[in-house]
Nanobody
């Protein structure tokens, strides 16, 4: 059974920083893309950033230049360094990983339970 567990959320003032971490564990054959999504109160879940297993990254325009995604392939972990936080970054942040539990052609998406980030004005 595969589990994704996030950590690092909390309360921070606008302009501050937080670092989110996510670890994938269980019977994993390989991990493809890992990423972060977020869901603000009353809004749809939205994509924040993704990173491939070769290190290529992509960011939503709303976080570009402020957030940095990184991963450790040996440990199956992904991090999100969030700087210059704004109140509109307040949301539950979810870790996502597309991974294989067996050597099949396609991976499956797994999700963490989320970690709350609150940015006060």
């Amino acid at each position: 059974q595969v589990q994704l567990v996030e950590s690092g959320g909390g309360l921070v003032q606008a302009g501050g920083s937080l670092r989110l971490s996510c670890a994938a564990s269980g019977r994993i054959f390989s991990v493809n893309v890992m990423g972060w999504y977020r869901q603000a109160p009353g809004k749809e879940r939205e994509w924040v950033a993704t990173i491939t297993n070769s290190g290529s990254t992509n960011y939503a325009d709303s976080v570009k230049g402020r957030f940095t995604i990184s991963r450790d392939n040996a440990k199956n972990t992904v991090n999100l360094q969030m700087n210059s936080l704004k109140p509109e970054d307040t949301a539950v942040y979810y870790c996502n990983a597309n991974l294989k539990v067996t050597p099949t052609p396609y991976g499956i998406d797994y999700w963490g339970k989320g970690t709350l980030v609150t940015v006060s004005p």
